[in-house]
């Protein structure tokens, strides 16, 4: 098992004039509930090198402006069974901690209390049960408040690396910054090559062309990208390994990820490996990012603990339609999406009346006398029509929930938003099918979708029967839709004369009572296997059995043609077809005054129509 343990130390910083203090960093020992060997820590010198010091842990990632020091010349100290480190005070927050050292390192003949200041380092253990075997990073060793081990400055340093600090004792102020200055540029432009992990070569070349100079981080970012994209187009996309950006990651990336692992939802790209706290539920998540600990429904910048430019609704609402994706897909997978495979999906940019025209076919071309004018083709059209129609609700998103921490409740919401959705949709596909006691919607030439008059007649679409499924019936409706004549116009004399479609029925729609019978027609060599589907599909069968939730007369059955081939059934869609989740959340919001209550609105925009005839056909069987 390997987990992060953030444990306070024993240190025992001890400053000089020019702010390098040694330091006991970890002894061995319990702390916080781990158990450190002599051997592991022994194996973790190397790791202490290069070690970055910041003014306090931080949860959600480090500032730089936090930065205080670096620690190097990791040692083992018999004497103390631990690690020791020399740490120099650089960085913004560098001046803090040499002035803290000097302070807690006076001699006061008063004997005053100093305060409970010291050390505390945050390191990657792996662990079995208590016991820690390896340590496998050092992220930091922190300055903070009160240490849970007493972590103290002991002693100053008046000479290290042969004297180098009596000489910099000497320096001026602004020689000492300027070597801050220059100190900080070098911690940035280090770290930023290690998370890029470029090869060694292009790490070398960006190296150079920062050395000696103000290191800006959105400069080196993009020199990073330069590069990555220079290696990858020399080598081959997979030569360059790291994440797609510079993987300096803020405190904003960090809570994006704790949210999606509270919700159980998959991280967004690039994001996968990053280290972020686990949050206990959505009350801590609420709490860090409005500061509402009196659930007024506001927001209180002087009491956010989390500096982001992420809110509360809007995590929520991303980790919410990310649910609603997931399930939307799993319950796809069980069967729901059924509609997906007899119906054609269109996006549309507005919400504007759907005018879905079904243009008429040449025929077959006449033949023209020489010197003879070429006669008009006769080619004309069938508009079918369909509205948008806008389904949703909302569900309330209390603040007495977020108190009580209901976190597993909150997960189940898009959930449900989902599978009401995805039903929708199955709904109103299903229901073209059974309007109107079972001959459907009218059509544009006059007559019921479904019908058994001649297609020589006006609005007639012979593709309307009565009998029970069978084999036989199969072959009889399918020979039926393979004869339909394509449209050339809906005009005496036209009218059902194009050719044949000449297209077999991909699917037999049924009811869940005739699903077995269903299988046995289709494939009668292949009724009880378990792998019936795929099968079919490797074998080249003509058909496919399509269960439709909705239907519940034990008896109708239906066909259709691949919409691939011969789109008949229409979704249209305006923001998606999945459903969208919107979450009000303002103090300024009615719901949040007068009611207390954040609202999860779903909002939806879908139309369904049948565009042309041809390729269905339905058996409406009397029970």
Request: aromatic share 8%; charged share 25%.
């Amino acid at each position: 098992m390997t987990e992060t343990v953030r444990l306070s130390l024993a240190g025992s910083g001890e400053a000089g004039p020019g702010g390098v203090f040694e330091v006991l960093a970890i002894t061995a020992g319990e702390g916080n509930g781990y158990r450190f060997g002599e051997e592991a820590l022994r194996a973790s010198l190397d790791l202490w090198e290069g070690a970055e010091c910041f003014v306090d842990h931080a949860r959600w990632g480090h500032s730089l402006r936090d930065l205080a020091g670096v620690c190097f010349d990791p040692a083992w100290d018999a004497a103390r069974r631990g690690v020791t480190v020399k740490l120099r005070a650089v960085g913004p927050s560098g001046p803090l901690l040499a002035e803290l050292g000097k302070e807690m390192l006076a001699e006061d003949e008063t004997d005053a209390v100093k305060p409970r200041v010291g050390f505390s380092a945050d390191v990657l253990c792996a662990c079995r049960e208590r016991d820690v075997e390896k340590i496998v990073k050092v992220f930091s060793l922190d300055l903070v408040f009160n240490p849970a081990r007493g972590g103290a400055f002991k002693r100053a340093l008046n000479s290290v690396q042969g004297g180098r600090m009596a000489e910099e004792s000497m320096q001026d102020p602004a020689a000492v910054t300027r070597e801050m200055r220059e100190s900080l540029n070098r911690l940035t432009l280090e770290a930023g090559l290690r998370e890029a992990n470029l090869p060694p070569a292009a790490a070398e070349m960006l190296r150079g062309q920062f050395e000696g100079r103000a290191v800006d981080a959105e400069e080196l970012r993009k020199a990073v990208e330069g590069a990555r994209k220079l290696v990858s187009d020399l080598t081959g996309r997979q030569a360059a390994q790291g994440p797609g950006r510079l993987s300096m990651v803020d405190s904003t990336d960090r809570i994006r990820c704790a949210v999606d692992d509270l919700f159980g939802v998959p991280r967004e790209s690039g994001l996968e490996h990053v280290q972020a706290a686990r949050l206990s539920g959505i009350r801590e998540l609420y709490m860090l990012l409005t500061g509402d600990y009196d659930l007024h429904g506001g927001y209180y910048t002087d009491r956010v603990q989390l500096a982001t430019t992420a809110d509360f609704t809007g995590l929520v609402k991303n980790a919410m339609n990310k649910i609603v994706a997931n399930t939307w897909e799993r319950l796809g997978r069980a069967g729901y999406d059924w509609w997906g495979r007899v119906a054609r999906v269109e996006h549309f940019t507005s919400l504007q009346t759907i005018t879905g025209t079904l243009v008429g076919t040449v025929g077959t071309l006449p033949s023209i006398a020489e010197g003879a004018e070429y006669p008009q083709l006769p080619v004309g059209d069938s508009p079918e029509t369909a509205s948008f129609v806008k389904y949703g609700g909302y569900i309330p998103l209390t603040l007495e929930l977020i108190d009580r921490d209901e976190t597993f409740k909150l997960r189940e919401y898009p959930r449900e938003l989902a599978s009401a959705g995805l039903r929708r949709i199955s709904a109103l596909v299903a229901a073209i099918f059974t309007a109107n006691s079972g001959a459907g919607p009218s059509m544009a030439d006059g007559g019921a979708l479904f019908n058994s008059t001649a297609v020589t007649t006006a609005g007639g679409h012979a593709n309307l029967r009565t009998t029970a499924l069978s084999a036989n019936e199969w072959d009889a409706v399918s020979t039926a839709i393979y004869n339909q004549p394509m449209l050339v116009k809906n005009e005496v004399g036209l009218t059902g004369t194009g050719p044949k479609m000449a297209i077999n029925p991909r699917f037999l729609l049924v009811p869940r009572a005739l699903q077995l019978a269903a299988m046995k027609v289709l494939y009668p060599t292949l009724e009880n296997a378990a792998n019936i589907y795929s099968e079919n599909q490797q074998r080249g069968q003509p058909g496919d059995v399509v269960t439709v939730p909705e239907w519940t007369d034990a008896t109708d059955w239906a066909a259709v043609c691949d919409p691939a081939v011969a789109p008949a059934v229409y979704v249209g869609e305006r923001f998606g077809v999945m459903p969208e989740v919107f979450i009000a959340s303002d103090e300024r919001s009615p719901a949040v005054f007068m009611n207390d209550e954040h609202r999860l609105k779903v909002r939806q925009f879908v139309a369904v129509w049948v565009n042309d005839f041809r390729p269905l056909h339905k058996s409406n069987v009397a029970g």
